[in-house]
């Protein structure tokens, strides 16, 4: 089955940018979403097809895929984007792929 | 506007069953694939199974599939899981989602699609 590898935390100072990775194999070839959840929350679309934004998310967060890696951009973070990440992709093997999920810590 | 409730949530003895809705509002139900999704406590997001908006197409995630049954009943615009043998590590946070899946001709391409409304979930706990 398909898997999705993400590191387990990410810190980042207020006003630094924040990136957060997604790695699978030949990850280039498909399209990732990113899902922003904050704790007693329910999940929020940040990102999909790799690089869209749902309408009301701020042009700070953005999305790259290529190769084996897809990563999530926050600029200019602050503490409103403290939250857990998480990638996910479709697969013919397994059709829900979810990364294990980035805690982002705004020190 | 656009809205998921879920309700059927509780505690159950393992080896129970229960059977979680989930109420869909603001949208064409029947135009959407919708997602069961569950956290466990202090665990990631896990698909759990999806149905397309028809119901014709359904898929379970292995460790779920033959105990979960999902449907849909578009007269109620409301999604279900049927749960059935439920064992500890079922407790956990369900989430129904919407997923936006392109379907052209009657081909659909999951591999774009996404979920961009989430309910606010229910809360299963199997213990004894």
């Known amino acids: 089955s398909y898997a999705l590898t993400q590191p387990p935390s990410v810190s980042v100072s207020p006003g630094q940018t924040a990136s957060i990775t997604c790695s699978g194999d030949k990850l280039g070839d498909k399209y990732i979403c990113w899902y922003q959840k904050k704790a007693g929350q329910s999940p929020v679309l940040v990102i999909y097809e790799d690089s869209q934004r749902p309408s009301g998310i701020p042009e700070r967060i953005s999305g790259s895929n290529s190769g084996n890696t897809a990563t999530l951009t926050i600029s200019g973070t602050q503490a409103m984007d403290e939250a857990d990440y998480y990638c996910q992709a479709w697969d013919s093997s397994t059709p829900v792929v979810f990364g294990g999920g980035t805690k982002l810590t705004v020190l | 506007q656009v809205q998921l409730v879920e309700s059927g949530g509780g505690l159950v003895k393992p080896g129970g069953s229960l059977r979680l809705s989930c109420a869909a509002s603001?949208?064409?139900?029947?135009?959407?694939?919708m997602i069961w999704i569950r956290q466990a406590p202090g665990k990631g997001l896990e698909w759990v199974s999806y149905?397309?908006?028809?119901?014709?197409?359904?898929y379970y995630a292995d460790s779920m599939r033959g105990r979960f049954t999902i449907s849909r009943d578009s007269a109620k615009t409301s999604l279900y899981l049927q749960m059935n043998s439920l064992r500890a590590d079922d407790s956990a946070v369900y989430y129904c989602?919407?997923?936006?899946?392109?379907?052209?001709?009657?081909?659909?391409?999951?591999?774009?699609?996404?979920?961009?409304?989430w309910g606010n979930g229910t809360t299963v706990t199997v213990s004894s």
């Open positions: 603001g949208f064409i139900f029947s135009d959407y694939y």
């Open positions: 149905i397309s908006g028809s119901g014709n197409t359904i």
């Open positions: 989602a919407r997923a936006y899946i392109l379907c052209t001709n009657g081909v659909c391409f999951h591999e774009k699609g996404y979920m961009d409304v």
